[in-house]
């Protein structure tokens, strides 16, 4: 059982294996309630190591009879400007992960191109959540995966980088300084309107920035994970007590 910090909810979990059991659970509860209530349900997924193992989880024969895959929409928070076949690539990894596990449909992957000119690329993705959510003036997943860099970076959101002024798209092409590349990601006001958010942070060397995000004073340009704050929704933070050492 996780210990709860309110007003936010925080759940602490002995180790990043529970962190990640938490989330595929989460997932598991979010899909069947959004495909009762809506007929499909749409997740975020972020890249990283704790997801990897969510990701597994949801594909193991404990949890894969557990979800309607075929009202399962994937798409993705980031991505690295690589080709899918790239080890840095997250759709790689979704995909080896879950998504070749499972009977998912195929027109249901929205994969972010990575490969190619990034803005254009961006432009894409964004006229594709247009049209998956139908009009509406912001995407509206049921669920976004989120993790958090050492740095206080989320998806591709990167201290001190043009995406974070962003006010109007969904998906920009961000460029990051200390990678001299690219990223694909969602803007923080396309995350803000999910239904439900999640951050899955676990290990020490998290603890000091875990700390910052949630305790310190609101500096969202060095630390741009304390820009998701749900407008209609709920936030949960899924933490291993290592990286919630310092709270
Ligand atoms: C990416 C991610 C990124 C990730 C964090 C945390 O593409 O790198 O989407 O935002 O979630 O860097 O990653 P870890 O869980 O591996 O520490």
Known sequence: MAATDSPRDIRIFETAEEVARAAADYFVETAEKSISAEGRFSVALAGGSTPRRTYQLLASEEYRNRVRWSQVHIFFGDERCVPPTHPDSNYRMAEEAMISLLPIPEPNVHRMVGEGDAVANASLYEGELQA?????????????????????????????????????????????????TYRI?????????????V????????????????????????LPAQLIEPVNGSLVWLVNKAAAARL
């Not at 951050?199 to 969202?220: D, H, I, Q, S, T």
């Open 132 to 180: 998956f959510f139908d009009g509406a003036p912001w995407p509206r997943f049921n669920l976004v995966l989120l993790g958090m860099g050492d740095d206080g970076h989320t998806a591709s959101l990167f201290p001190s980088t043009e995406a974070l002024n962003e006010t109007r798209a969904w998906v920009v092409a961000n460029w990051v300084e200390k990678f001299k």
């Open 185 to 197: 990601t969602l803007t923080a006001p396309a995350i803000n309107h999910a239904a439900n958010i």
């Open 199 to 222: 951050f899955l942070v676990a290990g020490a060397g998290k603890a000091e920035r875990l700390l910052e995000v949630l305790r310190g004073p609101r500096n969202p340009r060095q």
